[in-house]
């Protein structure tokens, strides 16, 4: 059936009024929402604005990567929970993504019993609330450990307590810049002997050790020019003091709880991922790759997991904005996260509409970030069609 053409722009025209009063009538709401909270702020006798963020904290932060003090200013002392954020965000994805791909291929694994163990850690881990896995984390498996006098001790400079986790910290020497040159020389160095072997394979029909070759130049370069620069690297061990450790890295149970709850508990979602990713490539590319002599190791590390990427990275991007976002629950054990912070600085100048919006913002920016790279990372992954 022919349609006239006016017909079809007038359709069009209808189509784009009908979207145009929309966006207008959602203005137009989010306006009188505005104006609705400005009268019940006046009504209340309640500053609005971010001019509190200059105004004197005056509480303390037990948890900082940056100095602070609580002479500092609310917008320093949110700052310094939104680098709390960042800092357990960014451990928390790498932490999270070596445990689930150990969980996802062993969910597949011919080995009955390691099988088994990797299917009972997902089941358990999925269906129990995460709120309950942190408090059980910190009120009970840390709340356990021993005294600060009596600290586990797995190895030299390591101290384990119910204050923490005690590490040798790094002092960096004159010198040591060459030292992270040359590794950085070893990564470049690689990635062009990785480019070249693939070529040479193409032309040759030989594969070259590129992984093997690789890693001795990014392991190798770095450790001749740490010596040759006379070893610019000490250590600072902690040592007990009064009633507990001073000096070197410490981990505060507060965070140690929050990290073992987050990773552990989206380890077993990211797992899943994998071990369908896995099962979705065809099983006669194995058993071709079998009847060539193909190690396991190899079938897994060069078909498997490839091909498996392309179904894993889009459900694991979820998982990982998910674990940001999970992060917020550090305000029930006490880690000082932009949640937790926030919630202070609400409680001391009521203006919780201005820290609500940060929050949101800040979460939505960093949920962004992590969702253009994922789309990049994705669209390098997918199959190009010719």
Do not use: H
């Amino acid at each position: 059936m022919n349609i006239p053409l006016r017909m079809l722009k007038g359709g069009r025209l209808v189509g784009l009024f009908m979207q145009f009063a929309v966006v207008a009538g959602i203005i137009y709401l989010g306006y009188l929402l505005f104006l609705n909270t400005q009268a019940n702020l006046e009504a209340r006798n309640i500053a609005s604005g971010f001019g509190f963020f200059s105004v004197e904290a005056g509480f303390p932060i037990s948890n900082t990567l940056v100095p602070y003090s609580p002479a500092d200013t609310y917008g320093y002392a949110f700052f310094i929970g939104i680098i709390n954020t960042l800092y357990v965000a960014f451990l928390g994805i790498i932490a999270t993504t070596f445990i689930g791909i150990f969980i996802g291929v062993a969910r597949v694994s011919s080995n009955w019993l390691v099988a088994k163990l990797a299917e009972i850690y997902v089941e358990t881990l999925r269906n129990i609330p995460l709120l309950l896995i942190l408090f059980f984390t910190y009120g009970v498996v840390l709340a356990g450990l021993p005294g600060p006098r009596s600290s586990l001790n797995p190895f030299f400079g390591c101290f384990i307590n119910n204050r923490g986790l005690y590490l040798p910290k790094p002092l960096f020497q004159n010198g040591f810049g060459f030292v992270l040159l040359a590794l950085v020389l070893g990564i470049i160095i690689a990635y062009i002997v990785s480019r070249w072997s693939v070529i040479y394979r193409d032309r040759a029909g030989i594969v070259l050790p590129s992984g093997w070759i690789g890693s001795g130049v990014i392991i190798g370069l770095p450790v001749i020019t740490y010596f040759a620069m006379g070893s610019p690297l000490s250590w600072e061990i902690a040592v007990f003091k009064g009633f507990n450790f001073q000096g070197g890295i410490v981990f505060r149970p507060e965070f140690s709880a929050l990290m073992i709850g987050l990773v552990l508990y989206t380890a077993a979602f990211i797992g899943e991922n994998v071990r369908s990713g896995i099962q979705s490539v065809d099983v006669g590319q194995l058993d071709a790759a079998k009847s060539f002599g193909v190690s396991k190791g190899t079938i897994m590390r060069r078909i498997v997991l490839p091909q498996a990427f392309r179904v894993i990275i889009p459900a694991t991007t979820n998982d990982y904005t998910s674990l940001v976002k999970n992060s917020s629950l550090a305000v029930a054990i006490g880690y000082p996260d932009m949640v937790s912070v926030g919630g202070t600085i609400i409680g001391q100048n009521d203006q919780a509409i201005e820290i609500i919006g940060l929050w949101m913002a800040v979460y939505l920016a960093i949920n962004l970030v992590i969702s253009i790279i994922m789309n990049w990372v994705n669209s390098k992954a997918q199959l190009v069609e010719r």
